[in-house]
Structure formats: C-alpha cells, structure tokens
C-alpha cells in the first residue's frame, strides 16, 4: 500500500474542495441567508451523493480494469485530458467570487438535504469528474480495486464534509474576507488551475 499516493490525493481533494465552485458556493450562500444549519444540511446531502458516484466508478472502472488494461490506460489519458480541459476553463473564467444571497427561497432542512442529494447525483459533471480523478490514485498492487475506490470515495468525503462544514460554519467571516480582499478570488482561481494540471500530470506520469 503506497501512503504517499493517499496523503497526494487527501491533499488534491483539499485543494479542490476550497476552490470556488457551485457546490461550495451554494453551501456559501445558503449558510449565509438562511444561516448555518442550512448550510450543513446542504452539505450532507451533497457528500452524500458521493457514496453513488464513488459506487458507480468502484464497479464500473474495476470490471474495465480486469477486463483490459489498455482500456484502463486509456481511461486515465482521457482523465488526464480532461482535468486539463477543467483548468483551461477555469484559466478563461471570470475569477470574481459572486455572494449574491438575496431573494434565496426558504426551504427546510429536509429539503434542503434532498436538494442537495440530487444536486450530485444527478450532475453528469460530477461523474466525469471522478472518473478522471480518482483511477490515478489506486494505491495498492495487492488490494480489490472496488475496495481501493471505496477507500479513495471515503476520504474524497471526508476532507469535502471538513472543507464545506467549515465553510458553513464560517459563511459570515468569508463573506467580510471576499469582499474585503478583491484579489482572493484570483488566488482561489489559480489554485485550482495549478491542482487540475498536477493532477493530470500525476496520472499521466
């Protein structure tokens, strides 16, 4: 079992997580118009869609694996790809980070967990996005490769359940600190920018 390589994506997915996107930034404006427990709620829906997606590529890409390791190589150059497509759109959006909480519909902490289910599973990005992130990572000669996903999905869930809890928690703080540091969205932008193409040089290396 190489440590290194789950330390390397423990790290990815913390980068990735505090990066500006419409997961943490909905997260972001519902703790701030509603307040933090909707937030939360928010964001255990959303880790929670993980577990579909993180089943999904587990049995998926594993049966892929036994079947043909060329496809499987194939896979990851594809991943590698499109890891670089994500930061070239990135590298061509606007780094401003918008908070705009007015006229946010009120909605109870139930339907707000659903919401947030559904905001996942049904996202196709999301699946794309993990199929290309997570084969790079598989960590072990010896260890089931559904096994080694499920350890891979349990640790993307985890560090993003810490990253957007605290985001929630911390919405009011954030909000004072992006509107008082204009240049932090930058920064945030070009974090992620850097992330997607270490990633895609990890997997094609």
């Given amino acids: 079992m190489n440590y290194d390589i789950l330390i390397s994506f ?17 997260v972001l404006v519902q703790s701030i118009a509603n307040g933090k427990s909707y937030g939360m709620a928010t964001v255990c829906g ?51 980070i918008t908070l705009n909480s007015e006229n946010v519909p009120q909605k109870n902490l139930k339907q707000l967990f659903v919401q947030g289910f559904f ?15 997570f084969p790079g ?3 072990s000669d010896s260890m089931s490769t559904v096994i080694q996903f499920y350890v891979l999905g349990s640790i993307f869930m985890l560090v993003s ?4 809890s605290t985001i929630a928690l911390l919405a009011g703080q954030i909000k004072t600190y992006t509107l008082n540091h204009k240049n932090s969205g930058l920064v945030l932008k070009w974090l992620q920018i850097v992330v997607f193409i270490a990633i895609a040089i990890f997997i094609l290396i």
Avoid: Q, R, W
């Avoid at 423990?10 to 909905?26: F, R, V």
């Avoid at 577990?51 to 496809?71: D, Y």
């Avoid at 905001?119 to 992130?133: G, H, Q, Y």
């Fill in 137 to 139: 990572f598989l960590f």
């Fill in 161 to 164: 359940f810490i990253i957007f």
């Fill in 10 to 26: 423990a790290l990815a997915t913390s980068a990735l997580a505090i990066s500006p996107g419409p997961d943490n930034i909905y």
């Fill in 119 to 133: 905001m996942n599973v049904l996202n196709p990005k999301v699946t794309i996005f993990f199929l290309a992130f």
């Fill in 46 to 96: 959303l880790i929670t869609g993980c577990i579909v997606h993180t089943t999904l590529l587990a049995f998926g890409v594993s049966a892929v694996i036994k079947a043909n390791e060329n496809l499987f190589f194939g896979i990851k150059l594809l991943g590698a790809c499109y890891l670089l497509f994500l930061a070239y759109n990135v590298f061509k959006s606007d780094a401003t």
